[in-house]
C-alpha cells in the first residue's frame, strides 16, 4: 500500500485546512487509516482513525470538536478537514494504515504504512 498526503498549508489562528491521503497498491477493506502528526522537537502524535470498513471513526482530546475524519471510497481516500486551527495544531501531519483493533490506533508502531508527510503551519 501507497499512501500519498496532500493538502497542508500556512493558514491563521481559526482557518481551516483539509488533507488528503490518497491510497494505491492494495484493498483497504481491512485497514484503519489515521492520521498522526509531529511537531518539531515532539514525538509523532495519534490525531485521528476511521475504519474503512464500516466507517467508525476516532479523535485525540485535542481536535475533538474541531476535525473530521472522512473517507470516499470511489477514490480511496482519507480526508481530515481541520476547523478552527490553532498554532499548537502546527505540525507535519501523516497518515498511515494499521490492521490493529482501536485501542491500538494511537501507537505509531502497529502502522504497517505511512504517507510522506504534509506540513501545516498556523499562526496567530
Known amino acids: 500500500v501507497q499512501l500519498q498526503a496532500s493538502g497542508g498549508g500556512s493558514v491563521q489562528t481559526g482557518g481551516s485546512l483539509r488533507l488528503s491521503c490518497a491510497a494505491s497498491?492494495?484493498?483497504?477493506?481491512?485497514?484503519?487509516v489515521s492520521w498522526f502528526r509531529q511537531a518539531p522537537g515532539k514525538e509523532r502524535e495519534f490525531v485521528s482513525g476511521?475504519?474503512?470498513?464500516?466507517?467508525?471513526?476516532g479523535y485525540a482530546d485535542s481536535v475533538k470538536g474541531r476535525y473530521i475524519i472522512s473517507k470516499d471510497s470511489a477514490k480511496n481516500t482519507v480526508y481530515l478537514q481541520m476547523n478552527g486551527l490553532k498554532v499548537e495544531d502546527t505540525a507535519v501531519y501523516y497518515c498511515?494504515?494499521?490492521?490493529?483493533?482501536?485501542?491500538?490506533?494511537?501507537?505509531?508502531?502497529?502502522?504497517?504504512?505511512w504517507g510522506q508527510g504534509t506540513k501545516v503551519t498556523v499562526s496567530s
Open positions: 498511515a494504515v494499521t490492521r490493529v483493533v482501536r485501542s491500538s490506533w494511537a501507537d505509531p508502531q502497529k502502522y504497517n504504512y
Open positions: 497498491g492494495g484493498p483497504l477493506g481491512s485497514y484503519t
Open positions: 476511521i475504519r474503512w470498513s464500516g466507517g467508525s471513526s
